[in-house]
């Protein structure tokens, strides 16, 4: 039977409830255990698909085509489980849940309130997100409650993981509250009392948290562990430091060193073996000892929060852990790149270009590809940073001088980038390699497995198949392929299904590594093997530095 753990968060929000979930579950998992985890957003938004990256920081894509809240790419760098459409769910889809069930006179005419209906349903939603009582259940289901104690919007959420606690029996659920204990600099001393409150707040609801994740600036001393356990109920051993650290990998090491796993395997009757961190400790040494650095220029449009591009941030820092160097990103507002000033580039050792959406910023990005592409630096472009380079290439190479995408300009006489809808012919038919495509202008999510050219660098990167998760509208015209073809682009990958464009890249006699691809890669990078692409692209990035500074080479 599913066991569970609630993990809920107080005092203020952003205190890392989704690397204290997945380090919690990385534990777990080291002892032997199948172990789930699943994020509850308390917001109205069904996704958060439509949301601003400023907003929301980016939105990650499970291999079923799931949009979701960025802490599902922090479990699935931390564990073995990969997320599904059913580890995230929304207050929105509560609600539209039940208002259908409602419509279809599930309810048998009943007053649908909020107790018991909607938190029924949200226990439901848990319960599939954990496939509890299944075959393929899991063993512990960690669910993480998006939001802070005393919001009006988590209330629905706690309420429903209190009554399923009860449901459930004893043993079967532990509660972990994460907190913050913060530095009183005019005082000199930490203080407790915002804890103390947030915890009251928590049992006032009904919920008495096993475990207190305090976070600080540092490690919180013994006389006021004591005291936080006095005034919280919680016993002195679940008084748990969480404090500042340079590395997210050194968080699991943290935890476990001060019995977290330990006492949730007590509370929940799990015998286990002991936890064998060898692997992370591995990946720490590995993060403090590298044998040199590369400089990354990423030119993107939402640079003001690194949270737009946590996957791909990691995706780096990972690729940089298998080729022994640490990785400096430094990120450039596409908005401020021009023809004038794009030599700043000049100085790093490689080029990214990420997705996004919109036209703003999009020419800064164009101005990157072609200062990559003309001076012979690595590029890699992903999603719309392959666009940008086909739009380029189509441009200065290809002679399609008004070349661009119809999300950008709708009208221009050469749309090489475009809605599927807008491949037309002369006779003005849709031009579909596959006319049982039900693709149209939608969203094109989830994984989606493409053939690679043999003899191109794709090919020496993934090999004969490519499978990669895909965000995204427009793709590359079928109708314009021909000629950027024959103007020396490489379209090194073709979906199976469509004959949609994957990769785009330069020859490797032209160009020493240029590669444009349609999908997200950073969704699939672990901290353990990295990616084929992103390490390709830091070696590329190693080579270019060994070559512009010899004394590289030496060392």
Known sequence: MTKFVFVTGGVVSSLGKGIASASLAAILESRGLKVTLIKLDPYLNVDPGTMSPFQHGEVFVTNDGAETDLDLGHYERFIETRMKKANNFTT????????????????LGKTVQVIPHVTNEI????????????PE?????????????????????????????????PNQAAFVHLTYVPWIAAAGELKTKPTQHTVQKLREIGIQPD????????????????????????AQ???????????????????????????????LRLNTPPANLKRWDDLVFE???????????????????????????????????????HVNISYIDSETLSPDNVAQLAKFDAILVPGGFGVRGVEGKICAARF?????????????????????????????KDANSTEFAPDCPNPVIALITEWKDADGSIKLRNEDSDLGGTMRLGAQSSDVVKGTLAHKIYGNVV?????????????????????????????????????????????????????????????????????????????????????????
């Open 92 to 107: 929105g889809q509560i609600y539209k849940s039940v208002l259908e069930k409602e419509r279809r006179g599930d309810y």
């Open 123 to 134: 226990q439901d939603f848990i319960k599939r997100g954990a496939d509890f009582g299944t």
């Open 137 to 169: 259940a899991v063993d512990v289901a960690i669910v993480e409650i998006g939001g802070t104690v005393g919001d009006i919007e988590s209330l629905p959420f706690l309420e429903a993981v209190r009554q399923l606690s009860l449901r459930l029996g």
């Open 211 to 234: 475990a207190l994740l305090c976070r600080a600036d540092r490690y919180i001393p013994d006389d006021e562990r004591e005291k936080i356990s006095l005034f919280t109920n919680v």
């Open 237 to 267: 051993w679940g008084v748990i430091s969480m404090p500042d650290v340079d590395t997210i990998y050194k968080v699991p090491r943290v935890l476990h060193e001060q019995g977290l796993d330990g006492l949730i395997c007590d509370k």
């Open 287 to 325: 993060t403090e000892h590298p044998k040199g650095d590369v400089a990354i220029a990423m030119v993107g449009k939402y640079v003001e929060l690194s949270d737009s591009y946590k996957s791909l941030n990691e995706a780096l820092r990972h690729a940089g852990m298998k080729n022994h160097v």
């Open 372 to 400: 990559a592409r003309e001076n012979k630096i690595p590029y890699l472009g992903i999603c719309l940073g392959m666009q940008v380079a086909t739009i380029e290439f189509a441009r200065h190479v290809a002679g399609l």
């Open 467 to 555: 499978t990669e998760r895909h965000r995204h509208r427009f793709e590359a015209n079928v109708n314009y392929l021909e000629t950027l073809r024959q103007a020396g682009l490489v379209i090194s990958a073709l979906t199976q299904r469509e004959h949609l464009t994957e990769i785009v890249e330069l020859p490797q006699d032209v160009h020493p590594w240029f590669i444009g691809v349609q999908f997200h890669p950073e969704f699939k990078s672990t901290p353990w093997a990295g990616h084929p692409l992103f390490n390709a692209f830091i070696r590329a990035a190693l080579d270019q530095q060994i070559a512009t500074t010899p004394e590289k080479a030496l060392a």
